[in-house]
């Protein structure tokens, strides 16, 4: 299984970016598909993560109704819509899958993407 974030780059304060995650290698419908990011000098932290059907979701408290995760499993993909971004959000974006369950913890996810930077000027 391969995965590949795209979607990143440089946004004004309250702006929207759109990332992608394509998976090959495998179909994505038996996997959970999770974002994380990691800031300059922070650890990764979860952003958001959705399961298999994609009729459940989870998010970290301070992206909770700006960030929405999704996916199409026809075509393999996830995605992480950002809405209302602020310069906190900016760090290096990335994608995880794993076969298990949702799961907050970097550790829980197997498979990992290349990571794309959101960068967030005020």
């Known amino acids: 299984v391969q995965l590949q974030a795209s979607g990143g780059g440089l946004v004004q304060a309250g702006g929207s970016l759109r990332l992608t995650c394509a998976l090959t290698g495998r179909t994505a419908s038996p996997y959970i598909m999770g974002w994380f990011r990691q800031a300059p000098g922070k650890e990764r932290e979860f952003v958001g993560a959705?399961?298999?059907?994609?009729?459940?979701?989870e998010y970290t408290g301070s992206v909770k109704g700006r960030f929405t995760v999704s996916r199409d499993n026809r075509n393999d993909m996830a995605y992480l819509q950002m809405n209302s971004l602020q310069p906190e959000d900016t760090a290096v974006y990335y994608c995880?899958?794993?076969?298990?369950?949702?799961?907050?913890?970097?550790?829980?996810?197997?498979?990992w993407g290349q990571g794309t930077l959101v960068t967030v000027s005020s």
């Open positions: 959705i399961n298999r059907s994609g009729g459940r979701t």
């Open positions: 995880a899958a794993n076969q298990e369950f949702i799961s907050a913890r970097a550790a829980g996810y197997v498979h």
